[in-house]
């Protein structure tokens, strides 16, 4: 079991940055796939990004590529998503997620956080 809280959510003008992390309890943090996803409002869930238990592998949605970084720190247990560049249409709540496999992470992550809120003013 892996229970995530996310937090560094918040409201940002156009342009601007946010950090989101995501904290994870339990001893088998670092062997988690972990990953970030969002949903706006009238929207579906979508994938933002995710990265290996290493960290040594990532992927990302196209439209967050070059504005977005995903990263993680076994040692605190916890992902970040450093968001620059941030556009109006990256508001939504987003959710951190781990599952044991990086192959499937995007489609079937098996634990969600509760979510935190990105609001881009323009």
């Known amino acids: 079991q892996v229970q995530l809280v996310e937090s560094g959510g918040g409201l940002v003008q156009a342009g601007g940055s946010l950090r989101l992390a995501c904290a994870a309890s339990g001893r088998t943090f670092s062997s988690y796939a972990m990953g970030w996803f969002r949903q706006a409002p009238g929207k579906e869930r979508e994938f933002v990004a995710a990265i290996n238990w290493s960290g040594g592998i990532t992927r990302y949605k196209d439209s967050v590529k070059g504005r977005f970084t995903i990263s993680r720190d076994n040692a605190k247990n916890t992902m970040y998503l450093q968001m620059n560049s941030l556009k109006p249409e990256d508001t939504a709540v987003y959710y951190c997620?781990?599952?044991?496999?990086?192959?499937?992470?995007?489609?079937?992550?098996?634990?969600w956080g509760q979510g935190t809120q990105v609001t881009v003013s323009s």
């Open positions: 997620a781990a599952d044991a496999l990086f192959n499937t992470i995007i489609t079937r992550a098996n634990y």
